[in-house]
T-cell receptor, first 116, second 111 residues
Framework: NAGVTQTPKFRVLKTGQSMTLLCAQDMNHEYMYWYRQDPGMGLRLIHYSVGEGTTAKGEVPDGYNVSRLKKQNFLLGLESAAPSQTSVYFC???????????????FGQGTRLTVV | SQKIEQNSEALNIQEGKTATLTCNYTNYSPAYLQWYRQDPGRGPVFLLLIRENEKEKRKERLKVTFDTTLKQSLFHITASQPADSATYLCALNTGGFKTIFGAGTRLFVKA
């Protein structure tokens, strides 16, 4: 099994450009998450989804949008990229949400995004 | 404010020794706590979960303790090996779907 796959792995954007990060999981997980990781800071939750067709805001949602049209895919969009969005982005999935008792999260390999 | 702290300084130990990493938190009453391992350029990988009613959890050479009075978790790697060198992240459930991650502690094990 591939687990959680993110594309692309690296990307450089100019300020104001848009892009979409794709996350795909083959474990039939209900829950999916997008995090960003910056030096010296923990992973911060951007948006999450508790099932196909649902999305919700996390800790740092501003400047991002998401969609979950299919259960296995979770897309993260940047409509107008800013230098503050330079970061490493991780997608994760789990078979149940944290409210149901601590399901482990499976992470992708990350997307390194630089906005110049 | 809600906070989770891990030692930002790297931990350097000799092969064969026990590595102990600390996770402290404030203003939470987490139902459980998780530990993840992260290698450079890779995503975190789940290691262990410990619940609020558990004092200790073990898995092979790994041991986690959880003291809800001290608001602290300790993560131990016994008989450490150079392959254990990585960054270790602590994560807390803070209610609902929200999990807060610490910034991680980098561990270096010297042969």
């Amino acid at each position: 099994n591939a687990g959680v796959t993110q594309t692309p792995k690296f990307r450089v954007l100019k300020t104001g450009q848009s892009m979409t990060l794709l996350c795909a999981q083959d474990m039939n997980h209900e829950y999916m998450y997008w995090y960003r990781q910056d030096p010296g800071m923990g992973l911060r939750l951007i948006h999450y989804s508790v099932g196909e067709g649902t999305t919700a805001k996390g800790e740092v949602p501003d400047g991002y949008n998401v969609s979950r049209l299919k259960k296995q895919n979770f897309l993260l969009g940047l409509e107008s990229a800013a230098p503050s969005q330079t970061s490493v982005y991780f997608c994760a999935s789990s078979y149940s949400g944290t409210v149901q008792g601590g399901a482990e999260a499976f992470f992708g390999q990350g997307t390194r995004l630089t906005v110049v | 404010s809600q906070k989770i702290e891990q030692n930002s300084e790297a931990l350097n130990i000799q092969e064969g020794k026990t590595a102990t990493l600390t996770c402290n938190y404030t203003n939470y009453s987490p139902a459980y706590l998780q530990w993840y391992r992260q290698d450079p350029g890779r995503g975190p990988v789940f290691l262990l979960l410990i619940r609020e009613n558990e004092k200790e959890k073990r898995k092979e050479r790994l041991k986690v303790t959880f003291d809800t009075t001290l608001k602290q978790s300790l993560f131990h790697i016994t008989a450490s090996q150079p392959a254990d060198s990585a960054t270790y992240l602590c994560a807390l459930n803070t209610g609902g779907f929200k999990t807060i991650f610490g910034a991680g502690t980098r561990l270096f094990v010297k042969a």
